[in-house]
């Protein structure tokens, strides 16, 4: 599997005469060879971890060898491949069907995260977040796949939430977090209150109170919003 730590083994050799007096590895397959740990008193049993350490990225044929005090090499171990990679994915860019970083809106909203992965693991997950702490990987009415390097969701009931967004490639490195970007969504239709229906007669000014509410979350947008017309009138 792919990683972006650093990888230990086991090691076990034993010579029963002049004993262990070095210990190498290859990160080739046996191609090219370092030393590891040099045992010079020369132990009859050597059982250790060894640390491989790699700073570059790639795949790795790991093998370990052992010498004795007298110039005998052991047979080559057999292989041990470690993947390596340390480039965390790129910052997932967030396409917002309300337009900008969320605008309120009366319809669904979607949301789409893109992101790519240079080091070699390839993109495993991108998380979404509603507070930057507890993330999720199946998005809102989507599947999270992420094989195409993007992820969407839809939001369809009324909110007012932030949406973060980052992206996990499969050896564990974290992307920086994208966001926030808003699902604003009001659905429900203002509520208009009037004080005084009274039908009579007048000759005078007559005055009526009209309240207006906005119960969705969105608020009034403004005074010129307001429409009203008279019976026998446009």
Not at 3 to 9: D, H, M, P, Y
Not at 69 to 75: E, I, L, M
Request: some cysteine.
């Amino acid at each position: 599997t792919w990683t972006n730590r650093q990888v230990q083994l086991w090691s076990y050799s034993e010579d029963a005469h002049s004993g262990i007096n070095k210990v190498e590895g290859s990160k080739d397959g046996g191609i090219t060879w370092i030393v590891l740990e040099d045992a010079s008193e020369g132990v009859l049993l050597y059982r250790q971890k060894i640390t491989i350490g790699l700073s570059e990225e790639g795949i790795f044929d790991i093998r370990v060898r052992f010498t004795d005090k007298a110039g005998n090499v052991s047979v080559i171990s057999d292989p041990f491949i470690v993947k390596y990679d340390f480039t965390a994915p790129t910052k997932p860019e967030l396409i917002n069907s309300s337009g900008g970083t969320g605008n309120w809106t009366n319809q669904n909203v979607t949301i789409t995260a893109k992101s790519s992965d240079s080091g070699g693991s390839e993109l495993y997950q991108i998380l979404y977040s509603y507070d930057n702490v507890n993330w999720y990987n199946t998005w809102e009415n989507g599947d999270g796949d992420v094989s195409d390097g993007e992820v969407s969701g839809m939001w369809t009931s009324e909110m007012n939430k932030p949406v973060y967004v980052k992206a996990v490639d499969n050896a564990g490195n974290e992307s920086e977090v994208a966001g926030p970007s808003y699902v604003r969504i009001d659905k429900t239709k203002p509520i208009i209150t009037v004080d005084n229906t009274s039908c009579t007669w007048r000759n005078s000014e007559y005055s009526i109170k009209i309240t207006v509410t906005d119960v969705g979350g969105s608020g009034l947008s403004s005074s010129n919003s307001y429409q009203w017309y008279l019976s026998n009138s446009s």
